[in-house]
């Protein structure tokens, strides 16, 4: 016969509090998957990366590191503290060097970044469409891109700009094949 099996406990950090989890709990609770997101007080565990999210984010990152303007970096695997209940982890930021000179810190605020960048994945589509440029939106970050394949699989880039007298986005633009912006800095990005 079999042995006998035991049942390893669930961590207690799976049984959320009864107001739901805080930006600070992020920084507290033990053992949590890697870029694990907080939104509207609930854990988002992140799925693997796709070959297109990783390629894609490379492609951006690469090309923004040497178009963003003195003053400022592109980061990514950091979160940003929208408010108590809400600390999402953009796929790309455009951040102030200069509000982050504690090389510890875990996440940065809204008012240090110029531009947030979503690469759409399956299982992220609801929130990186809508839930996300929400939150972003109303913490008065001024520029947001969303990047989605297309049918052979290129990136396609949705750019918005946020309106501050409605605190929503705008769209600026929808880029297939290039990607040539002025705002929030120059940048010409072939996505072929």
């Known amino acids: 016969m079999g042995g006998i099996m035991t049942i390893e ?9 009864a107001e739901g989890y805080t930006a600070e709990d992020l920084d507290r609770l033990p053992d949590l998957p890697p870029h694990t997101e907080l939104l509207d007080g609930s854990l988002i565990f992140v799925s693997p990366q796709t070959l297109f999210h990783m390629s894609t984010l490379k492609r951006l990152e690469r ?10 970096r ?15 982890e953009p796929d790309l930021l455009v951040v102030d060097e200069r509000a982050h000179s504690d090389s510890r810190r875990t996440s940065c ?4 970044v110029l531009l947030v960048i979503e690469v759409v994945s399956e299982e992220s589509r609801e929130r990186d469409r809508q839930v996300k440029p929400r939150k972003y939106a109303a ?15 290129r990136p396609v880039v949705h750019t918005y ?32």
């Open 139 to 153: 913490a008065g970050i001024p520029h947001f891109w969303r990047v989605e394949g297309d049918e052979e699989g």
């Open 161 to 192: 700009e946020l309106d501050p007298a409605t605190q929503s986005y705008g769209l600026t633009g929808i880029h297939h094949k290039q990607l040539k912006l002025e705002r929030p800095f120059p940048v010409d990005i072939d996505l072929t």
């Open 74 to 88: 592109v980061w990514r695997e950091i979160t940003v503290r929208l408010n108590v209940r809400n600390r999402p």
């Open 9 to 17: 406990p669930y961590p207690d950090w799976l049984r959320p509090p």
């Open 63 to 72: 090309a923004l590191d040497d178009a963003v303007p003195a003053g400022w």
């Open 109 to 112: 605020e809204p008012g240090d």
